[in-house]
């Protein structure tokens, strides 16, 4: 007989756990079978209080029980339930208040790479989008400074649907057993009404890794990206605040003079030890370590942090550091997944079998099979960047300015971001720089077109203007998107050859950066970009030809035109 256990929430979690727990491991001696599912139990038991009026209960046969008696006694508990079990009838106005329509309640979590732009961008769109449905809507940021406006297991419990907008792997594990849409920020920030269209329909029941080790791969999950590049994005993501403050603990070094860290005892000495000794040494690993985690959770943390550090240990670098994370993390994946261990044993499995075996594996590979070769690939990559002639540098400066103004923080402009980032950590500071100044080209062009042409844009789009330029100061590069999604075949090209300009002029006048956020406010840590006339120049002559080029193409506003 089919089974539904209806437990109070006045029992907590704790409680109830232990109580369900209890009677499952009972069920199958007293002939029941547990389900969640409301229409096809045959028998209802209610614990922790009176039941609540619900029709959905109707014809089936319900009992009330004690807890006390659940939990001490589980098999006669269930037994007498059977017996005493009455069938069910609910009021009439409980019923009619069920047949009435509810407004849909919705959750959802962001998340992007950087958690900064497009974390927070697309969960404003989500809300407006939810509201002007009138549905009942709550929006989770996992930003750069952790959850914001976290979602509670009370509203998750209450929630209809779980839409994940998420470029990275982030914890779903409070949503186990709800309808999940997965989907980008990008999908969810652009086309908002169309990705909550599919949400509704192409929605799939979510399991967590607890509940099963091979969790299948539904439409609606598929839809946010599992791939490799995920992965990858989701280690960048973890790395981030290593090379922020890695490399401002360096800069603030060279403020002392640019050989002054190699006399000991020194201030200088101190923060190039915190900097390049502590923060960009643990770059590589954390980069492993979590594109391990992406992949197979946290069993592939370790064996991933392990075969990181053996990439920095055998020079292989940030490329073995790469190599090392996706091999653990499938590897342990693996384990997880084809392993089968009797009950009594399967809480070994994710704390000692899967990380013994995966860091074992993982780190043979490394030693004997990646390590060398990896190294002199790296070694010949570092001594040709280093040596790059000033046009060969202009023509790398020229592509990822270019591939940072493409698509505005989509996959395009993170391939630029990551090939910068990463070179970080084998203290070439130069691609960064470019990568950095031609990011902002796009919203800093913006902003000028709609000072330069004010009578072409609408009030609300000279209002963004103010905003985009700001955001372009920041390195945010998000903030041209409304312009871009209104009017792409003008708005791209032009962005796209201002960042050109401006990565390739960063190239040219030898600029490097030591971190790889924060836009011209990094100028306030003496040293973190040199030089700086130079780099500003780069920034300010893309900055002009994008903008103004756009102000002349672009076409006036159709409703100003009507109403001249």
Not at 25 to 47: F, G, M, R, W, Y
Not at 170 to 199: H, I, N
Not at 466 to 484: D, M, N, R, T
Request: hydrophobic share 50%.
């Amino acid at each position: 007989m089919k089974t539904l256990l209806i437990i109070d929430k006045s029992l907590g979690l704790a409680r109830s756990h232990l109580v369900k727990k209890l009677l499952g491991a009972a069920a199958a001696k007293a002939d029941l079978t547990l389900t969640d599912k409301i229409d096809e139990s045959e028998l209802a038991i209610v614990l922790g209080g009176a039941l609540s009026a619900d029709s959905a209960l109707n014809g089936k046969k319900v009992y009330v029980g004690d807890v006390e008696l659940a939990a001490s006694q589980p098999e006669q508990f269930l037994t007498q339930a059977k017996a005493q079990a009455e069938s069910y009838q609910a009021p009439a106005a409980a019923a009619a208040a069920v047949s009435a329509p509810s407004v849909p309640r919705i959750v959802a979590v962001t998340a992007c790479p950087t958690g900064v732009a497009h974390t927070f961008m697309a969960a404003e769109a989500i809300e407006q989008e939810a509201k002007k449905r009138g549905w009942w809507v709550k929006v989770e940021t996992r930003g750069s400074v952790g959850a914001g406006n976290a979602i509670t297991p009370e509203e998750v419990e209450q929630a209809d649907l779980v839409i994940v907008a998420a470029d990275i792997e982030v914890d779903l594990s409070k949503f186990a057993g709800k309808k999940m849409y997965r989907t980008s920020t990008g999908l969810a920030l652009k086309k908002t009404a169309q990705e909550l269209d599919k949400a509704q329909a192409e929605a799939t029941v979510y399991q967590s890794s607890a509940q099963s080790g091979a969790q299948p791969a539904s439409a609606g999950q598929k839809k946010g990206g599992t791939g490799p590049y995920r992965h990858l994005l989701t280690g960048v993501s973890y790395m981030l605040p290593m090379v922020v403050a890695g490399g401002l603990c360096i800069a603030l070094s060279f403020v002392f003079g640019i050989e002054a860290f190699k006399q000991e005892g020194t201030l200088a000495a101190h923060l190039m030890k915190i900097g390049g000794g502590s923060a960009f040494a643990l770059m590589v690993p954390v980069l492993a370590g979590y594109i391990a985690f992406s992949i197979a959770d946290r069993p592939g943390l370790a064996p991933g942090m392990v075969g990181g550090m053996l990439a920095v240990s055998t020079g292989a670098g940030f490329l073995g550091g790469i190599i090392a994370g996706f091999l653990a993390g499938y590897l342990a994946k693996a384990l997880s997944d084809h392993v089968k261990l009797p009950q009594s044993m399967s809480a070994l499995k994710p704390i000692l079998i899967i990380p013994l075996v995966a860091t074992l594996i993982t780190g043979l590979i490394m030693i004997y099979v990646v390590g060398t070769p990896v190294a002199k690939i790296l070694t010949g990559l570092t001594s040709w960047l280093q040596s790059m002639g000033t046009a060969n540098a202009v023509i790398l400066g020229a592509i990822l300015g270019g591939m940072m103004c493409t698509d505005m923080g989509g996959p395009v402009n993170k391939v630029a971001y990551v090939f910068g980032t990463t070179l970080l950590s084998s203290q070439i500071y130069a691609p960064m720089a470019a990568v950095m100044a031609g990011g902002m080209v796009p919203p800093l062009a913006m902003g000028l077109a709609t000072l330069v042409a004010a009578k072409k844009f609408s009030a609300s789009e000279r209002e963004g203007g103010k905003a985009a330029f700001v955001l372009g100061l920041c390195f945010i590069s998000e903030g041209a998107i409304p312009y871009a999604a209104r009017d792409p075949m003008r708005v791209l090209p032009c962005c796209i050859l201002g960042g050109a300009i401006t990565g390739a002029l960063s190239m040219a006048v030898g600029a490097h950066l030591m971190a790889p956020h924060g836009g011209l406010f990094v100028l306030l840590i003496p040293g973190a970009i040199t030089p700086v006339l130079g780099y500003l120049f780069a920034i300010l002559a893309g900055t002009a030809v994008a903008g103004l080029l756009y102000a002349v193409l672009k076409r006036p506003d159709e409703q100003l035109v009507k109403a001249a």
